[in-house]
């Protein structure tokens, strides 16, 4: 588990295709790895990946197909730069939020544009992710813990002040960059948890009024 508090930004070093998916070469850059063991986790760009070496400058981690296909480490090329947390231990302070590193979709940067000394971020999620997202929700983009200002259909507003552009990759944001997005773990487990019985049910389409009305969240 992570807070969504980057604590250094690092850089692809290398990528080594293996068996069908990848191995991944990350330099830490000022982020220590003194307390780091192999089995370890650390959230690279808001994905859990798992330390297999350690050979001093950073971590090698493998990344699997399903990691592939649902972030955007698949668009990483070596000199890439990401966003670093190591996990959370019970002395941590939880200043952002609970951040599994389990991405739940990319989405896209739509536009940037100053805010006073902030700068305003709107982006587009994928539209299943949309009923996730609500307005001073938390969300997590690119494993920074963040809090959504506004939200418009598939769109939601970010303010990003001056401490997290010049800590994490939010300066090299552009319109049409393509983010992970991890939404609140809360809501995941609260939408399962109202479809009651029917979540068992693997042709059953989610929530619905009649679900709804079935499990007692409704009244006449």
Same mark, same amino acid.
């Given at each position: 588990?992570?807070?969504?508090?980057?604590?250094?930004?690092?850089?692809?070093?290398?990528?080594?295709?293996?068996?069908?998916?990848?191995?991944?070469?990350?330099?830490?850059?000022?982020?220590?790895?003194?307390?780091?063991?192999?089995?370890?986790?650390?959230?690279?760009?808001?994905?859990?990946?798992?330390?297999?070496?350690?050979?001093?400058?950073?971590?090698?981690?493998?990344?699997?197909?399903?990691?592939?296909? =649902?972030?955007?480490?698949?668009?990483?090329?070596?000199?890439?730069?990401?966003?670093?947390?190591?996990?959370?231990?019970?002395?941590?302070?939880?200043?952002?939020?609970?951040?599994?590193?389990?991405?739940?979709?990319?989405?896209?940067?739509?536009?940037?544009?100053?805010?006073?000394?902030?700068?305003?971020?709107?982006?587009?999620?994928?539209?299943?992710?949309?009923?996730?997202?609500?307005?001073?929700?938390?969300?997590?983009?690119?494993?920074?813990?963040?809090?959504?200002?506004?939200?418009?259909?598939?769109? =939601?507003?970010?303010?990003?002040?001056?401490?997290?552009?010049?800590?994490?990759? =939010?300066?090299?944001?552009?319109?049409?960059?393509?983010?992970?997005?991890?939404?609140?773990?809360?809501?995941?487990?609260?939408?399962?948890?109202?479809?009651?019985?029917?979540?068992?049910?693997?042709?059953?389409?989610?929530?619905?009024?009649?679900?709804?009305?079935?499990?007692?969240?409704?009244?006449?």
């Amino acid at each position: 588990m992570f807070t969504g508090i980057i604590q250094a930004v690092g850089e692809v070093a290398a990528m080594a295709p293996s068996g069908g998916d990848l191995r991944l070469h990350i330099n830490t850059g000022k982020l220590p790895l003194g307390d780091v063991a192999l089995g370890d986790s650390i959230c690279t760009n808001g994905v859990c990946l798992t330390v297999i070496e350690l050979p001093g400058d950073g971590y090698w981690a493998d990344v699997s197909v399903e990691s592939l296909n =649902f972030t955007t480490l698949g668009d990483m090329k070596p000199g890439s730069r990401v966003n670093l947390e190591k996990a959370l231990t019970p002395q941590s302070r939880l200043g952002g939020h609970i951040v599994s590193g389990h991405v739940d979709g990319v989405g896209e940067v739509v536009s940037l544009q100053e805010d006073a000394r902030s700068i305003r971020v709107v982006l587009r999620a994928p539209d299943e992710l949309a009923k996730y997202i609500a307005h001073k929700g938390s969300i997590c983009v690119d494993g920074t813990s963040l809090t959504v200002n506004a939200v418009s259909g598939a769109e =939601f507003d970010l303010n990003i002040i001056p401490q997290t552009m010049a800590e994490t990759i =939010f300066g090299q944001y552009r319109a049409g960059s393509r983010v992970n997005l991890e939404v609140d773990v809360i809501a995941r487990y609260l939408e399962r948890l109202v479809q009651g019985d029917a979540a068992a049910d693997p042709k059953a389409a989610g929530l619905s009024l009649d679900t709804l009305a079935e499990n007692g969240f409704l009244r006449d």
